[in-house]
């Protein structure tokens, strides 16, 4: 009897820190019960993702997937003992099983195929030669991913200017145009729109929509590379006295990676639209037939591309696990703390976040696609797109059939996921893996702070004219 009132004065002094009430099954647990301090482990993880790698990257190198985990720690458990274990572990397994796993085997088949197609040889790094490796970046980005396309084209993209003194420049509009904005034709281009998929999105939706301002932005971007580049180019101390990699003819390999990478493309199309009735039940969570073999089926892949990849191929693109390994742990700590912060926003007036849900609507109620598309874009923009995303697709109401209708609001909050990802180093995954080759390779990359100036001063004006043409 002691121990019982001893765990129920817990449980009730966390509901009283945390401003909730402690209830005794997952039934009851209404989203208005969650207080604003419930959000405090989700922030705090994203701003450790946004600082700690600028602050302390010895420590976060070493200890990512360590701090992942204490925030996710810092929500369940107060969460167990207000709310009861059996609800919040209902609640951890759904978002894990539901949501995460399919996430990250989606992400790593892209990675495994992607690092596995490789170019042998060099081309002149010339403002024609460097704007079109961009404008195929761009292509490729909505087919095989940001990660993947990002991946497959910067090491080619280095080697080609390689004679060159300067070409940070290049760098910095491969991550605006190939490792940002070119992924926001499909959910397979940037990992915000693959969740938004998830939730019920139909595959095209975003070709459809967002077709428009994409190609104007991604235009608008190589034009302007393309006369700073030129300029560049005409400078009289702009080339090193001997070429490290003269040029030669493009050798592809890893050749049967194409075909799983159009398999990864079916396998997706196919689960959304492939939806048999009936699942297995795991732990209390019913897992969709349609997602068990999708899921199933990536994970063949993956291994598929493991087994015919020369090992040249991966040679060549320095390939190895540590960056699809270090996405996994942060997004782990990343979908466990967003839970309450999901329901708080699934409350709208009623929650937390009413003066946010107030914000991003007129006196008559009606949504303001403007205000989706910077709250969306200014928070990817220094924390991470893809939970960015969910919370502003939850505070648009969160059902998929009536935000494809109102398709300035959804294409707003996916614009402003992809788009502005790329204003900041911290912005999307593929950002800092570029930063990072080029540094290795000997390009002088601009600071966190100088990449800032970058894009206030280039992109940002390009991003105003597509939201007030289109948003």
């Known amino acids: 009897m002691e121990s019982r009132l001893l765990s129920r004065g817990a449980r009730r002094a966390v509901a009283l820190l945390f401003g909730a009430t402690p209830l005794p099954a997952l039934?009851?647990?209404?989203?208005?019960?969650?207080?604003?301090?419930?959000?405090?482990?989700?922030?705090?993880?994203?701003?450790?993702?946004?600082?700690?790698?600028?602050?302390?990257?010895?420590?976060?190198?070493?200890?990512?997937?360590?701090?992942?985990?204490?925030?996710?720690?810092?929500m369940l458990l107060p969460h167990a003992l207000a709310f009861g274990a059996s609800p919040t572990l209902h609640l951890a397994l759904h978002s894990l099983l539901d949501e995460y796993l399919p996430f990250v085997l989606l992400l790593a088949a892209l990675y495994t195929v992607?690092?596995?197609?490789?170019?042998?040889?060099?081309?002149?790094?010339?403002?024609?030669?460097?704007?079109?490796?961009?404008?195929?970046?761009?292509?490729?980005?909505?087919?095989?991913?940001?990660?993947?396309?990002?991946?497959?084209?910067?090491r080619p993209l280095i080697h080609?200017?390689?004679?060159?003194?300067?070409?940070a420049h290049v760098m910095v509009f491969f991550i605006f145009?190939?490792?940002?904005?070119?992924?926001?034709?499909?959910?397979?281009?940037?990992?915000?729109?693959?969740?938004?998929?998830?939730?019920?999105?139909?595959?095209?939706?975003?070709?459809?929509?967002?077709a428009a301002p994409t190609a104007l932005l991604c235009?608008?971007?190589?034009?302007?590379?393309?006369?700073?580049?030129?300029?560049?180019?005409?400078?009289?101390?702009?080339?090193?006295?001997?070429?490290?990699?003269?040029?030669?003819?493009?050798?592809?390999?890893?050749?049967?990676?194409?075909?799983?990478?159009?398999?990864?493309?079916?396998?997706?199309?196919?689960?959304?639209?492939?939806?048999p009735p009936g699942g297995v039940e795991l732990f209390g969570v019913t897992l969709r037939w349609a997602a068990l073999v999708r899921d199933a089926a990536l994970l063949a892949v993956l291994l598929a591309s493991l087994a015919t990849t020369p090992r040249e191929a991966r040679r060549l693109n320095h390939f190895h696990w540590g960056p699809m390994l270090e996405v996994a742990k942060l997004f782990l700590g990343i979908f466990l703390t967003i839970i309450p912060v999901i329901e708080m926003l699934r409350a709208g007036t009623a929650g937390a976040f009413a003066p946010l849900v107030r914000l991003t609507s007129d006196a008559h109620g009606a949504p303001i696609a403007a205000a989706y598309f910077w709250l969306t874009g200014a928070l990817s923009s220094v924390l991470d797109n893809a939970p960015t995303y969910l919370v502003f697709f939850n505070l648009a109401g969160g059902e998929p059939a009536r935000l494809m209708q109102e398709a300035s609001?959804?294409?707003?909050?996916?614009?402003?996921?992809?788009?502005?990802?790329?204003?900041?180093?911290v912005g999307n995954a593929p950002n800092l893996m570029v930063k990072a080759i080029a540094e290795h390779r000997g390009i002088d990359m601009p600071s966190f702070f100088g990449y800032l100036g970058w894009s206030l001063v280039v992109l940002l004006p390009c991003l105003l004219l597509v939201q007030a043409l289109f948003f």
Do not use: C
């Open 409 to 425: 609001v959804l294409g707003a909050i996916s614009a402003g996921a992809v788009y502005l990802g790329a204003m900041t180093y």
């Open 177 to 210: 145009i190939v490792a940002n904005a070119g992924g926001a034709l499909t959910p397979l281009g940037d990992p915000p729109l693959f969740l938004g998929f998830l939730r019920g999105v139909d595959f095209f939706w975003t070709l459809r929509h967002l």
């Open 27 to 74: 039934a009851a647990t209404s989203p208005g019960e969650y207080g604003p301090v419930w959000a405090l482990p989700f922030a705090a993880l994203l701003l450790s993702i946004a600082l700690a790698p600028l602050l302390l990257p010895g420590v976060w190198h070493r200890h990512h997937g360590k701090i992942a985990l204490a925030w996710a720690a810092a």
């Open 219 to 275: 235009a608008m971007l190589l034009a302007l590379f393309y006369a700073l580049d030129s300029w560049f180019w005409r400078q009289p101390d702009q080339f090193k006295a001997a070429d490290p990699t003269p040029d030669g003819p493009l050798q592809l390999l890893g050749r049967w990676n194409l075909l799983w990478l159009l398999a990864v493309v079916g396998i997706v199309l196919l689960s959304g639209s492939w939806r």
């Open 114 to 154: 992607s690092g596995g197609i490789a170019l042998r040889g060099n081309l002149r790094g010339s403002a024609a030669h460097n704007t079109a490796l961009l404008a195929l970046g761009a292509l490729a980005a909505s087919a095989m991913g940001t990660t993947g396309a990002a991946m497959l084209l910067v």
């Open 160 to 167: 080609a200017n390689d004679r060159r003194r300067r070409s």
